[in-house]
């Protein structure tokens, strides 16, 4: 991806996606306000849920995404090319069209529509992998829009509200009376282990991607993840923390995740605000 593109492309980008995942939003929304038996669920092979909400919504971003830009799509809902095509992909977007199904399914209102622009790490040479640049993150109930771009900032605006620069916490981890986001579809054995750990911590459940927008926007100081996730359910959530001053860290190497392996599944990781040392 050339210079103009990563310079300035992104932040120009951000309107037109913002725009449209409000209208994958509404797609979702549309089907969200029916009776159930319409919702046409069922699972897929990995016994996770689909809804007509996903398909729906994957269709309007897909679509705009082709007539938009020239760059590959990889979503939740269609079949990822192999290795051997995306690893050379230079740009890419990554999307997850609905992303806490379960979320859907409960009518909680926990659920996001995630658009991300990824970069590949070296230009020279894709197949290192890539990064997202530019990242919106939707939840149509909510009315809240979260989106961020490399070097512009973290914002968060509402369908009524001008948008507002948000900021993690900053703290250490052997603070007291850390907050800690976990997931109300995923808590399991591990990740209470690593709460137990805090002094007098209190913990905030939430689904879907809006769990990362809990730190990204100063709410919660930590989100560890120790169950499996993919590639699409964390990239557009990771810039967002990032340009809003944390970090997404793999759990073992402690370095930022890394996107467009040939293995699509997230390693386990921590969402952390602003932590010194």
Known sequence: MNSSITVCGESVLLHPIIDLAVKAGDAILTIYEKPTENWGMQSKSDDSPLTKADLAANAVI???????????????????????????????????????????????????????????????????GARPVLGVVYAPVLKKIYFAASGVGAYMKTLESDAAEIKCLEFSESDENLVLVCSRSHLDER???????????????????????????????????MAPTMEWDTAASQIVVEEAGGRVLHADTNKPLRYNKEELRNPYFYVFGKMTV
């Open 62 to 128: 897909c679509e705009r995404l082709k007539s938009l830009h020239s760059f590959p799509i990889m979503s939740e809902e269609t079949k990822a090319p192999s290795y051997d095509e995306r690893s050379a992909w230079s740009a890419y977007w990554c999307v997850d069209p609905l992303d806490g199904t379960k979320e859907f399914i409960k009518r909680n209102g926990e659920f996001t529509v995630n658009i991300a622009l990824m970069q590949a790490v070296d230009d020279s040479n894709p197949a290192y």
């Open 191 to 225: 990740t209470q282990k690593y709460l137990d750990g805090f002094k007098n911590a209190t913990t905030k459940s939430m689904g879907s991607s809006l769990k990362f927008m809990l730190v990204a926007s100063g709410e919660a100081h930590i989100y560890p993840r």
